[in-house]
């Protein structure tokens, strides 16, 4: 079996090892040299991945080493203090107190005195008596012996011995380490040494790296993906904002420009100039939302009367119109606006000659129940394109191209009706082997366009967003979108 996903240094650690006696144990330093290395972390970190692969077993020691410190190696050189005082006591004649006070200085004589008690001697009159002298030669012996054997492994020392010392000040210290032996497994004995020869493994690829050969004939570090990782928490924009940064991007890059205008209007834009008549059902309180404030929003008495004309019997466009009798102060109704088609319209009524792409996706308001589909407060992405020339066959066009940037190459159109635009149609895109309902779309009737002295061909849509945000992110009820269920939202992906 090969080894292709070793690493350059555990390939080297496991050749070098192969080279040698199969049941041999490396230690740090046999490693290092062996392997030519001089970082002790390279070593324990190749050991560490074969040890991962099963081709070496690592044996760990824990280490103790009593060394000398400052005052052992001292003693080690002018011997211990206790050892010093009894070889002056054996020389004197009567060893008193006050000469061993005029001897040895106070730092040592104070101590000292209570290093020979604790070895047997005692101070009677003055004096210092001991009355078994051979104990305490062999005693100072093997403390002197002890000293001198360091340093050493604790576990070869005399256990009372180093609790002596450990107990006098900076005789003797410990110090712990870890010892590690590796030994080849049999599966480490079988690698192929083939499958050892370093390689250039590649771990970062760089524009550089690209540019040049090598990379061609290197190997590329393999990284587990599937391994555990903390996700990170990090600010982001809400997946409905995402969302429609996108949609901008993607009408910006098929050439339109964006309209941003305000949701408190007029009934005479939002509906009377799209020809929805005023007798129409959904102009009831039960669907808008009308306004108390301001209480009119005055609007040109020729544009009024121009709609007037319109409504009542078609004015110069050929249509009979509604019939009926034209209110101006309906028209002047404030109210929040029911679609965006209300901003698109005035846009032409103030541009109505010049060709244009012209987009906007924005809020609108209808006095729906909220439910799993209808909430009373949602976004349209609506559009027009006014050009000469411009057909059905452009319109279903742009909003097939549009979904297909959005991800949704299926498309369908069927025959619909809005007051304000003949032909009308329905936009469906496929879903999950479905069909779903997105928008409107059609061509504006000359009985909107002609009052406002449009003279081009007007395509015109609106879709609705969180529709098409429902099947983006996979969604069955649209009050996901505003509950802020922070973890939902930690967990949506990034679009
Ligand atoms: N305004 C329509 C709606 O709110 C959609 C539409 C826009 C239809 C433009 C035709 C043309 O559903």
């Not at 020392?157 to 107990?167: A, Q």
């Not at 404030?293 to 078609?314: D, F, N, T, V, Y």
């Not at 032409?348 to 909220?370: M, Q």
Request: aromatic content about 8%.
């Amino acid at each position: 079996m090969g080894a292709p996903n070793l690493l350059n240094p555990e390939r080297r650690m496991l050749r070098a090892m192969q080279l040698s006696d199969a049941d041999r144990s490396w230690d740090l330093a046999a490693l290092l040299a062996a392997c030519d290395w001089t970082d002790q972390a390279v070593a324990v970190g190749a050991g560490h991945g074969l040890q991962n692969h099963g081709y070496v077993s690592l044996l760990e020691h824990e280490h103790r080493e009593i060394r000398l410190d400052s005052e052992g190696k001292k003693a080690v050189e002018n011997g211990l203090l206790e050892q010093r005082l009894w070889t002056w006591i054996t020389e004197q004649g009567t060893a008193t107190m006050q000469g061993l006070q005029e001897a040895f200085e106070r730092h040592e004589a104070g101590p000292g005195v209570g290093l020979l008690r604790q070895l047997g001697v005692s101070i009677e009159a003055g004096a210092l008596v001991a009355p078994d002298g051979d104990t305490i030669e062999a005693t100072l012996q093997e403390r002197a012996a002890f000293l001198s054997s360091l340093p050493a492994q604790a576990d070869a020392l005399d256990e009372d011995m180093i609790k002596h010392f450990s107990s006098r000040k900076n005789l003797i210290h410990a110090v712990e380490r870890t010892e590690r032996q590796w030994t080849l497994t049999p599966e480490g004995l079988a690698c192929s040494p083939d499958d050892l020869q370093e390689a250039m493994v590649i771990t970062d690829i760089t524009p550089e790296l690209l540019q040049g050969e090598a990379w061609k004939t290197a190997e590329f570090r393999s990284f587990d993906v599937g391994l555990e990782a903390t996700t990170p928490r990090t600010g982001r924009s809400h997946p409905m904002q995402a969302l429609i940064e996108r949609i901008r991007a993607i009408f910006l890059e098929m050439g339109f420009s964006e309209l941003v205008d305000d949701y408190v209007q007029s009934a005479g834009w939002n509906m009377d100039a799209l020809f929805i008549p005023q007798d129409h059902p959904a102009r009831e309180m039960q669907d808008t939302f009308y306004l108390d404030e301001p209480s009119s929003i005055k609007l040109e008495q020729g544009l009024m009367e121009a709609w007037k004309a319109i409504h009542e019997h078609g004015g110069e466009t050929g249509s009979t119109g509604w019939g009926g009798h034209y209110s101006t102060d309906v028209s002047q109704r404030p109210l929040l606006r029911t679609h965006t088609t209300v901003n698109t319209i005035q846009y032409l009524a103030d541009n109505p000659t010049e060709a244009c792409r012209v987009f906007s996706v924005d809020r609108v308001f209808r006095k729906e129940a909220i439910d799993r589909t209808h909430l009373p407060e949602f976004h349209q992405i609506e559009g027009i394109i006014m050009e000469e020339g411009a057909n059905l066959q452009m319109l279903v066009t742009t909003l097939k191209t549009f979904y297909a940037k959005m991800g949704y190459p299926e498309v369908r159109v069927r025959p619909a009706y809005f007051p304000y635009t003949e032909p009308s149609l329905e936009i469906e895109v496929k879903w999950r082997g479905k069909w779903l309902e997105l928008g409107g779309a059609g061509i504006f009737r000359p009985e909107v366009t002609e009052p406002l002295g449009i003279t081009s061909p007007v395509l015109a849509w609106g879709m609705g967003l969180e529709r098409l945000a429902m099947l983006v992110l996979g969604l069955d009820d649209i009050r996901q979108l505003y509950i802020s269920d922070l973890e939902w939202l930690r967990n949506q992906p990034i679009l």
